[in-house]
Structure formats: structure tokens, C-alpha cells
């Protein structure tokens, strides 16, 4: 039974290698113009940005209680509202475009954000983004590419059905197949929340801790 599942996936990727493909290296784009910002602010730019930056640090050291459960809260929720819209953007033609810019939003954001906080803070800003932006990214940025790349293979298949003059398959069964699929992603992103909250959370606070 699981062997037959893991071919079913197995297959899939296979038939869409493309698509995946496609949105790694978009996201991956994303990462690298992110960085390539880091590098175009002037040092005027970067000193208030890091201002700010490290007025959220003295936030963090200040609070005597940081209540993870709410970071848990916040985090999944955003997850939850990312994965939708990248849901009913896949279910619409016309929502294709934006599945792309969102992706790659997502890359520049990891991108600029990893690259500044490494570009002011030098060995130290390494050490805090592999330890409190790392671990919940190793989970999320595999699925925000799957639902993005289910998204854009849902759509073109839409588009294939509107334009074929033969008659084809009902659209029910891969619907439902995407249904699931996105549900399981929802269940994968509450992890990374969990590993963000009870974890990353707690690395960041005492490595900023020990920085100041």
C-alpha cells in the first residue's frame, strides 16, 4: 500500500519535473535579488534599517515572557492564509501570474532577509539566521514551492480542459486529489510552526541575549 502511494508520488514528480523545476528556480531567483538588495542600499539605508532591527532586538531582551503559544498561533495562521490564497489562486486560470510573484516574494524576502541581518551582523548574524530563520524554513520553503507548483499544475490542467474540444475527464477527481494534498501541506506548515515557536523562538532569544 505505502509502496504504491510512493510511486504515485514518485510519478507525479516525474510528469511535472518541469513545473518543480520552474518554481525552485524562480524561488531561487527570488533569494538571489534579495541579496543582490542587501548590497545595492547605501550605508545610509542599511544604518536606519538596522535601527529598527535592533530595536526589535531590545524588545526581545526587555520582555521577561515571550508566550510561544502565540507565536504558535500567529504563525500558523500566516501559513494557513498563504496556502489558501496559493489554494483559490490554482483553482483560477487567471490566478497563475500571481502564484509566480508571490513565490518569488517569498525568495526575495528569505533572501534580504538572511543577506542584511549576515551583512551588519558578520559571523554573529550567520550564526543567529541558521539557528532561529533556518529551522522552520527547512520545512516551509519545501512547502510553499509543492503548493505553489500543485497550484500552477491544477491551473494549466484547467486551461487544458477549457481549450480541448474532446470530452475529458471529469474535473472532481483532481480536485479532490488537490483538496487532500494542500490538507496535508497545511498539517506539514503546523510543524514548522511548532519548530518556529518552541525553538527557533527560543534560539533567537538567547543568542540575541548573549549578543547584547
Given at each position: ?77 500566516y501559513h494557513s492564509k498563504y496556502l489558501l490564497l496559493l489554494f483559490i489562486l ?123
Amino acid at each position: 500500500m505505502y509502496k504504491n502511494k510512493s510511486l504515485i508520488v514518485v510519478d507525479h514528480v516525474k510528469e511535472n519535473a518541469t513545473v518543480y523545476l520552474f518554481m525552485i528556480i524562480l524561488f531561487l531567483t527570488g533569494i538571489v535579488f534579495g541579496a543582490i538588495l542587501v548590497n545595492s542600499m547605501n550605508f545610509i539605508q542599511k544604518q536606519e534599517l538596522f535601527f529598527y532591527l535592533e530595536r526589535f532586538f531590545g524588545q526581545i531582551i526587555g520582555q521577561q515572557d515571550i508566550k510561544n503559544v502565540d507565536i504558535l498561533k500567529s504563525s500558523f495562521l500566516y501559513h494557513s492564509k498563504y496556502l489558501l490564497l496559493l489554494f483559490i489562486l490554482g483553482l483560477s486560470v487567471i490566478g497563475l501570474p500571481i502564484v509566480w510573484v508571490l513565490l518569488f516574494i517569498k525568495g526575495l524576502v528569505v533572501g534580504f532577509s538572511i543577506g542584511f541581518i549576515v551583512n551588519q551582523l558578520g559571523f554573529k548574524g550567520l550564526l543567529l539566521a541558521s539557528l532561529s530563520i533556518a529551522p522552520q524554513n527547512i520545512i516551509i520553503i519545501p512547502i510553499y514551492i509543492t503548493a505553489g507548483s500543485l497550484a500552477m499544475i491544477f491551473s494549466l490542467k484547467l486551461l487544458n480542459k477549457l481549450f480541448a474540444r474532446k470530452i475529458s475527464q471529469p474535473v472532481f477527481q483532481p480536485f479532490g486529489r488537490y483538496f487532500i494534498t494542500f490538507a496535508f501541506l497545511l498539517l506539514f506548515s503546523f510543524i514548522a510552526a511548532l519548530l518556529e515557536a518552541f525553538v527557533a523562538n527560543e534560539t533567537m532569544e538567547l543568542l540575541i541575549k548573549s549578543f547584547y
